[in-house]
Each structure stands twice: as C-alpha cells, then as structure tokens.
C-alpha cells in the first residue's frame, strides 16, 4: 500500500533552514508527483507551498517561497526533500508530503505523510 | 490566485443528522475541486475529487456536488467518526489553495 514517512520533529533558531524527508513506498516513485503543503498551529488554512514532477522530477513552487524553498528528490532512495532557508517565527507549521491520487487527477493529494512539525523559536 | 471560502466556518450537529458545507471559488475552476477531511493532529485526507467523485474508502454518506464556482459537501447521517474539519481546495491551477476550513462539532 502507498506509504509517505516523514522525517522527525525540528527545532530551529530564526535565520536557520530546515530539511524535512518524505520516503515514499508501495508504488513506482516516479510515476506521480509529489506536493509540499503547510499549516499554522491550531489546524489554520493549509498552504501549497510547491511539488516535484514524477517523470522528469522538474518542481514549481508557489510565489510565497519562491527563493526560500527547494524540493528535491533521491529516486534511489524513493525520497523526496524540501528544503525551507531564512526561518522565522512565521514559518512554525506542520509540514505535510503528499503524493497525487492518480496521474489524471493532477493537484490531488490522495496519499499524505504524517506530517512533521517544525518549530522556529530563539 | 484563485481564493477558497467556506461556509460555514463552524457548525454544531447531532449524530444522524444530515449537513451541507459550502465552498466558494473566486474565478471558475469547473469541476477542479477537492474535499478533505482532517482530524486533530492528523493529516488531511480525501473525501471527494473533482468536485463529485467519491476516494475509495470513503463511506457513501458523503456526496459532492456543484461546479464553476460554486460546490457542496454534503454528509447524510452523522457519525461520531464525522466530527472534523473539512476544507475544500481547488486543482485548476497553481498555486493550490485551499477553504480556511469548516469545523464540524458535536451539538
């Protein structure tokens, strides 16, 4: 069965960046793309913050974090990364992987990791 | 970007009893509409896809509709299960955005 396992729980000084891990299992790691989407504490909007082509592993990222945010991907490891750079207070989220439901149902987040919750304090 | 509301943006509701929720889209986003369910520190998770197609898995109680600008969820015969927050999003174009949520309580 489709899998998305997150890496643990950060803690981040303002200024720092942050890595966070989605390995992926239980279906061909690059037939489907892979979305990033954020929450403020106290279940606030999700936030798409970008994804990562299946095929070609090209990426596309909202404006909000255009320059601050790189996804990338290990298909040897079947693992996608997101890299967020110059934290601050607002970027305190939980931040979810979440793989599209089919190839024809582009922007569709069928599959989610469990999320991973970085806090950003001084 | 395309904005998402919701309405109502929280709901109080009896075991058995039907609801509605319903979802704004700024533009038209024909039929490009997701509905997802989420629990307190859970991940979302898919109830409906373009606007009125039911994920496997999920009960039929719940039904979506609607298309342009315009959609519902409609949930029949609450369950105990049932009481979340449910937030619609649109895949008409990027950047996705979602609804601000609808949370749905106990009466």
């Known amino acids: 069965q489709v899998q998305l396992v997150q890496s643990g729980a950060e803690v981040k000084k303002p200024g720092a960046s942050v890595k966070i891990s989605c390995k992926a299992s239980g279906y061909i790691f690059t037939s489907y793309a892979i979305h990033w989407v954020r929450q403020a504490p106290g279940q606030q909007r999700l936030e798409w913050m970008g994804w990562i082509i299946g095929g070609n592993g090209n990426t596309k990222y909202s404006q909000k974090f255009q320059g601050r945010a790189t996804i990338s991907r290990d298909t040897s490891a079947s693992t996608v990364y997101m890299d967020l750079s110059s934290l601050t207070s607002e970027d305190t989220a939980a931040y979810y992987c979440a793989r599209e439901l089919g190839i024809t149902v582009a922007g569709t987040g069928g599959f989610w990791g469990q999320g991973t919750l970085v806090t950003v304090s001084s | 970007d395309i904005q998402m509301t919701q309405s109502p943006s929280s709901l109080s509701a009896s075991v058995g009893d039907r609801v509605t929720i319903t979802c704004r889209a700024s533009?038209?986003?024909?039929?490009?509409l997701n509905w997802y369910q989420q629990k307190p520190g859970k991940a979302p998770k898919l109830l409906i896809y373009?606007?009125?197609n039911l994920q496997s898995g999920v009960p039929s109680r719940f039904t979506g509709s609607g298309s342009g600008t315009d959609f519902t969820l409609t949930i029949t015969s609450l369950q105990p299960e049932d009481f979340a927050t449910y937030y619609c999003q649109q895949n008409y174009n990027t950047p996705l955005t979602f609804g601000p949520g609808t949370k749905l309580e106990i009466k």
């Open positions: 373009g606007a009125s």
């Open positions: 533009q038209t986003i024909s039929s490009f």
